[in-house]
T-cell receptor
Framework: QQPVQSPQAVILREGEDAVINCSSS?????VHWYRQKHGEAPVFLMI?????EQKGHDKISASFNEKKQQSSLYLTASQLSYSGTYFC??????????FGAGTRLTVKP | DSGVTQTPKHLITATGQRVTLRCSPR?????VYWYQQSLDQGLQFLIQ???????AKGNILERFSAQQFPDLHSELNLSSLELGDSALYFC?????????????FGEGSRLTVL
């Protein structure tokens, strides 16, 4: 039930773009994206619901393809503050949230 | 500050011992989730409670148990501790269901088993 994230790690220069993918083998109700800085708690970025919605948050946006049971997180014109580990969380019902293994993003000057 | 409070922040104990981790959810949140994060690993879902009732169970060992009390705070009990139980344990809360709301994470309780 745990979603699969790719890539495992990404290294970028400031201003570059990145895409993080998340896929599930089961039908999804929702997809959540969180970012965790080293030694800190994960922080919510956005939620996507069934219906193929694409949401955005500043220069970070995401899409959800419910037919393919996939979601992608798009980071454009990356900033140093984007560094951290990104987790997708998949909701299969209203109750539990399973997270992928995470994608470690490093943005260098 | 997410509004979720976890205590203790740090805990060092020996193998074979038992510990209790406590979580107070955000005011008004009915659901509490517990996650285990081993060093540089992902978030492993342990268990979820909604308004005092267990709603979902993940990869929680039989040596671990949890409950949510009438005041909605939750406790995670870890017994017969092993070295491999050393990890950061996060509690998260949400108002009701995950299709409309986000998870708010506490700062975690770091458990070290020696």
């Amino acid at each position: 039930q745990q979603p699969v994230q790719s890539p495992q790690a990404v290294i970028l220069r400031e201003g570059e773009d990145a895409v993080i993918n998340c896929s599930s083998s089961k039908a999804l109700y929702s997809v959540h994206w969180y970012r965790q800085k080293h030694g800190e708690a994960p922080v919510f970025l956005m939620i996507l619901l069934k219906g193929g919605e694409q949401k955005g948050h500043d220069k970070i946006s995401a899409s959800f393809n419910e037919k393919k049971q996939q979601s992608s997180l798009y980071l454009t014109a990356s900033q140093l503050s984007y560094s951290g580990t990104y987790f997708c969380g998949t909701g299969y019902n209203n109750n539990d949230m399973r997270f992928g293994a995470g994608t470690r993003l490093t943005v260098k000057p | 500050d997410s509004g979720v409070t976890q205590t203790p922040k740090h805990l060092i104990t020996a193998t074979g011992q038992r510990v209790t981790l406590r979580c107070s959810p955000r005011s008004g949140d009915l659901s509490v989730y517990w996650y285990q994060q081993s060093l540089d690993q992902g978030l492993q879902f342990l268990i979820q409670y909604y308004n005092g009732e267990e709603r979902a169970k993940g990869n929680i060992l039989e040596r671990f148990s949890a409950q949510q009390f009438p005041d909605l705070h939750s406790e995670l009990n870890l017994s017969s501790l092993e070295l491999g139980d050393s990890a950061l344990y996060f509690c998260a809360s949400s108002f009701r269901d995950l299709n409309t709301g986000e998870l708010f994470f506490g700062e975690g309780s770091r458990l070290t088993v020696l």
